[in-house]
């Protein structure tokens, strides 16, 4: 299980503060090919090394919006300050 994803409940967080920054820096920093797929469902991850992720428009570890439960939904969709709200 990762305990990123279990932790935050958040897909946004997720995607955007591990997923994509580790597949970034697997090909920057190590010169290899990473693609992260993360099921939501089981809160797990597959790496599979030596494969070229796909662009996120592309990706479908990008579905739209939110998982069930999510706490950081909830706090956004109650900030009166908030005018759009997505967690894509």
Same mark, same amino acid.
Request: charged fraction near 20%; aromatic fraction near 10%; charge should be negative.
């Given at each position: 299980?990762?305990? *990123?994803? #279990?932790?935050?409940?958040?897909?946004?967080?997720? !995607?955007? #503060?591990?997923? %994509?920054? /580790? #597949?970034?820096? *697997?090909?920057?920093?190590?010169?290899?090919? %990473? =693609?992260?797929?993360?099921?939501? /469902? =089981? #809160?797990?991850?597959?790496?599979?090394?030596?494969?070229?992720?796909? &662009? &996120?428009?592309?990706?479908?570890?990008?579905? $739209?919006? @939110? !998982?069930?439960? @999510?706490?950081?939904?909830? /706090?956004?969709? $109650? $900030?009166?300050?908030? =005018?759009? *709200?997505?967690? $894509?």
């Amino acid at each position: 299980k990762c305990k *990123f994803l #279990q932790e935050s409940g958040c897909k946004g967080l997720c !995607l955007h #503060q591990c997923k %994509l920054p /580790a #597949q970034q820096f *697997f090909k920057d920093e190590l010169g290899l090919e %990473l =693609t992260v797929s993360p099921n939501f /469902a =089981t #809160q797990e991850c597959q790496w599979s090394f030596g494969e070229t992720p796909l &662009p &996120p428009k592309e990706d479908p570890s990008f579905p $739209n919006g @939110c !998982l069930k439960g @999510c706490e950081s939904r909830v /706090a956004m969709m $109650n $900030n009166p300050m908030e =005018t759009s *709200f997505s967690c $894509n």
